[in-house]
């Protein structure tokens, strides 16, 4: 059976509308930051707010190349350097952008992401086994996990709004039309961002749908560190997805 060309639109539309949410919280978060904060480091020798936001905007733009290469039939773009020197060449990139460059690339690679997920469509997509959660993992995640470290930093912003944030992309993963594999582990993804900030209650609510997805997160989950506080009650919250 071969695929009509709209079989997997609710897919196109879910990735979509979760991106479209993220970046309406990035817009959210970093514009409500004081003009003089976001454009001075955190710590030391570390990013300021405006360095974060160009980052995720950065990894944007990668993601938009893979899924252009994979849709014109050309290999998976690979790149053989480790992450931090990644970005590192990144932010050197971007260090000397105002404010106002930066909102309007984060912008434009949105938009252009969207456009490129709905150039490829649903078949595409689902027949790589990276560029779904690439996608995630280059957009909502990858953003979740920023304002986690914002909320660390002291600068102001609301831990009680991204928390907001991670419970309402856990609903939005829930409505998704999405393979449980990609399911799974974005709700892995969430209970991490939920166990870091202590929030392990929370945390505990989603992991055993997770590894019910996915069970073969379970070895790796015993040993990382986001779920340290939990490693002793992970064999019972698979067991109990059994």
């Known amino acids: 059976m071969t695929d009509t060309p709209h079989a997997h639109d609710g897919l196109v539309s879910s990735l ?8 309406e919280a990035e817009r959210r978060i970093f514009g409500a930051l004081d003009p ?13 707010p405006k360095d974060h936001q160009a980052h995720l905007s950065a990894w944007k733009g990668r993601q938009i190349e893979r899924i252009r290469s994979v849709r014109m039939g050309d290999p998976f773009p690979t790149d053989d350097r480790e992450t931090d020197a990644i970005n590192a060449v990144l932010q050197k990139e971007r ?14 690679v949105s938009n252009r992401l969207a456009e490129e997920i709905r150039a490829a469509g649903g078949a595409t997509l689902l027949a ?8 995630f993992g280059n957009g909502p995640f990858h953003a979740l996990t920023h304002f986690g470290w914002l909320v660390d930093a002291g600068i102001g912003v609301d831990p009680a709004q991204v928390e907001a944030l991670v419970e309402e992309e856990a609903r939005m993963l829930d409505s998704a039309d999405l393979p449980d594999s990609d399911r799974g ?16 209650a929370k945390a505990r609510e989603l992991l055993p749908e ?6 073969d997160l379970l070895e790796f989950a015993k040993t990382d560190p986001d779920l340290a ?3 002793g009650d992970l064999d019972a919250m698979a067991g109990s997805t059994a």
């Open 95 to 108: 260090a000397d952008w105002t404010w106002d460059v930066v909102v309007a690339d984060a912008d434009d």
């Open 229 to 231: 506080a939990l490693a």
């Open 210 to 215: 997770a590894l019910r997805l996915r069970p």
């Open 128 to 135: 790589s086994d990276r560029l779904i959660g690439g996608i």
């Open 16 to 23: 979509i509308a979760q991106l479209e949410a993220m970046r």
């Open 185 to 200: 582990v974005g709700l892995y993804n969430l209970a991490c961002a939920h166990a870091v900030a202590g929030r392990l």
């Open 36 to 48: 003089e904060v976001r454009v001075r480091p955190l710590r030391e020798g570390d990013w300021s």
